[in-house]
């Protein structure tokens, strides 16, 4: 059987990408003056060897297509489903550019009382001190089918939960202005809604999932296709 020189083909592919990456490179610099901006063509396919990169990595940051979940289960090309669900180090997905139309900066972060959410408030936090701007925590309360409590009692447990997750980090953080809030509804619309003008959203992660990213969580897959703002994904410390 003859075989198939794929010589030139990859001598194309390769030429390409140290293009892409001198592009990127260039656009990096011009906007951010002293920034020391390295690049590295690694060949293999995308999702392992961004992942083997997430164990020596601070955060990995991903451009998104916002795919359906569709195309991402057939798509050769998708990359941000799988990385973000198997990533050791924290995750940005930014699907549109980053902006704010608020007079005060501000970013959005989940918490849910995981280990995980407790990770993201401390993301949180840094990033927000570092960009001068304000911290939303979010604590949503999604009505069961069955309430076996009042609905003020919930609600109170929630509230409670939340001041205890984020007591201590204005101490820490005391330039960061930070508030508190409960509202009622599915935790990705609210999210996604709180988060319209943020700089970013912060969310926990927990697990790590195969190439679906079944296990990424709904949240997290939901807040993937719907926020507006670069979403922010963290494993659990």
């Keep these: 059987m003859r075989q198939v020189d794929d010589t030139p083909r990859r001598t194309a592919l390769r030429q390409a990408g140290s293009e892409a990456l001198a592009a990127g490179s260039d656009w990096a610099r011009d906007r951010h003056l002293g920034l ?3 690049t590295d063509l690694i060949e293999g396919f995308p999702v392992p060897a961004i992942g083997r990169l997430s164990h020596q990595a601070r955060m ?7 795919l359906s979940r569709t ?3 057939f798509s050769a090309g998708s990359t941000v489903v799988p990385v973000v669900a198997q990533a050791h180090c924290p995750v940005v997905v930014v699907g549109n550019p980053e902006h704010t139309t608020q007079d005060t900066p501000y ?9 995980s959410s407790k990770a993201a408030l401390a993301l949180a936090f840094e990033e927000a001190d570092l960009r001068g701007a304000a911290l939303r925590a979010i604590a949503v309360w999604q009505p069961p089918v069955f309430l076996l409590h009042d609905e003020e009692v919930a609600l109170q447990a ?8 984020t007591a201590g980090w204005s101490q820490k953080y005391p330039d960061v202005v930070l508030s508190h809030e409960v509202p009622i509804g599915h935790p990705v619309e609210e999210l996604a809604e709180a ?4 700089l970013a959203v912060v ?3 927990r697990g790590r999932g195969g190439y679906s990213g079944m296990r990424l969580g709904s949240v997290v897959h939901g807040l993937l296709h719907r926020a507006f703002c670069p979403v922010i994904t963290v494993p659990a410390a």
């Design 36 to 38: 020391d901006a390295a």
């Design 107 to 115: 970013l959005v972060v989940g918490i849910d009382g995981s280990e």
């Design 71 to 73: 195309a991402e289960l």
């Design 158 to 165: 929630q509230r409670r939960m939340l001041s205890e997750a």
């Design 195 to 198: 988060a319209e003008h943020a």
């Design 60 to 66: 990995l940051v991903l451009g998104s297509r916002h």
């Design 203 to 205: 969310v926990g992660r």
